[in-house]
């Protein structure tokens, strides 16, 4: 089993604030890294998928970097709002995923 | 675009019956499609990948025998747990592959089915 790691588990922040989360991964035999976002009630809905070491990939005020020898992703969110809170995975190699961390933006 | 919906969204049954989740690709064909599933504060486990006109690849340590999986049509894969005992209860959810797309791509879930077996 190759383990995904996801911290922090959950996290509240005020609206406005800036956050991360970490994806930790095995490095070896790897071949792409996605972030997900989950609602609750609704689909996984897809944000990056990333492949190259150094990779960075934007998506309005959330971003995502990825480190493939030291096995690590961050996503970033800038000025979190409400509409943000959510689960976020992420998967390594597609169908490996981590347990996910829950955002809570407080109004 | 790119919808996959499930059905039921929830399901309760009696130990030892079997339950039928269906999983479609609404405006998209999906050639592949792939079940999981979800323990409570567990990541989502790959069970199987499920291939239209043929049969599904379980992972390991899945009961092929248990979950029987049907891929008939390219907008429709369905997931029977037979004979379901308490312990099946879970959250169950499918993804598709659009035709065509390699494996870099994005898999479109569905919303996923709660599973409570009494």
């Known amino acids: 089993i190759l383990n995904v790691e996801q911290s922090p588990q959950s ?27 989950w609602e609750t009630a609704k ?8 492949t190259l070491n150094g990779d960075e990939k934007k998506k309005g005020r959330i971003s995502a970097t990825l480190n493939t020898k030291e096995g690590y992703s961050y996503l970033y969110i800038k000025g979190s709002q409400p509409e943000d809170s959510a689960t976020y995975l992420c998967a390594r190699n597609q169908f490996y995923f981590g347990t996910g961390t829950s955002l809570t933006v407080i109004p | 675009g790119a919808v ?3 059905h039921p969204s929830w399901v309760i049954c009696k130990s ?7 999983c479609r690709s ?15 504060k567990q990541s989502l486990m790959l069970m199987a990948t499920s291939n239209e006109g043929s049969k599904a690849t379980y992972e390991q340590g899945v009961e092929k025998d248990k979950f029987l999986i049907n891929h008939a049509s390219l907008t429709l894969s369905t997931l029977t747990v037979t004979s379901a005992h308490p312990e099946d209860s879970s959250f ?4 598709a592959r659009p035709q065509g ?3 870099y791509n994005e898999q479109f879930f569905g919303p996923g089915t709660r599973l409570t077996v009494l």
């Not at chain 1, 922040?13 to 890294?33: H, I, K, M, R």
């Not at chain 1, 689909?43 to 990333?50: H, I, K, Q, T």
């Not at chain 2, 169950?92 to 993804?95: A, L, P, V």
Request: hydrophobic share 35%; charged share 15%.
């Open chain 2, 26 to 40: 609404l405006d998209f064909q999906a050639t592949t499609m792939f079940w999981y599933r979800q323990f409570p």
């Open chain 1, 43 to 50: 689909s996984p809905e897809a944000l990056f998928v990333m």
């Open chain 1, 11 to 37: 996290l509240h922040v005020q609206e406005g604030d800036s956050t991360n989360f970490t994806c930790s991964f095995p490095s070896s035999n790897f071949y792409a890294l996605h972030w997900y976002r």
């Open chain 2, 92 to 95: 169950y959810i499918c993804s």
């Open chain 2, 101 to 103: 797309r390699s494996s």
């Open chain 2, 16 to 22: 030892g019956t079997s339950v039928k989740i269906e």
């Open chain 2, 4 to 6: 996959v919906s499930q």
